[in-house]
């Protein structure tokens, strides 16, 4: 059984940095795309960062420039780090990785940035 097990997140000041790691246990089948998204209270859940099997990257415009998303196959594992924080980007951070046969998601860590 698969698992998405997430950490690094927490309580930072604007203008500082967190850096969010995911590990996968268990065997995913040809992880194709890693990424991240996340979901403030009363909003939708949104892409923040995709980086896909050859490296090319995907950002949200709001993160771009800030937020930088990798990842290391041989340890099936995603980060985020997340520089020049803002108050805006506090929400639940999901890790996602879609393998061949199914899309994974991981619990969730929360990220608050106070002003």
């Known amino acids: 059984q698969v698992q998405l097990v997430e950490s690094g997140g927490g309580l930072v000041q604007a203008g500082g940095s967190l850096r969010l790691s995911c590990a996968a246990s268990?065997?995913?089948?040809?992880?194709?795309?890693m990424g991240w998204y996340r979901q403030a209270p009363g909003n939708e859940r949104e892409l923040v960062a995709r980086?896909?099997?050859?490296?090319?990257?995907t950002y949200a415009d709001s993160v771009k420039g800030r937020f930088t998303v990798s990842r290391n196959n041989a340890k099936n594992t995603v980060y985020l780090q997340m520089n020049s924080l803002k108050p805006e980007d506090t929400a639940v951070y999901f890790c996602?990785?879609?393998?061949?046969?199914?899309?994974?998601w991981g619990q969730g860590t929360q990220v608050t940035v106070s002003s």
């Open positions: 980086i896909e099997s050859g490296g090319s990257t």
């Open positions: 996602n990785m879609i393998g061949r046969f199914a899309s994974y």
């Open positions: 268990g065997i995913i089948f040809d992880i194709n795309a």
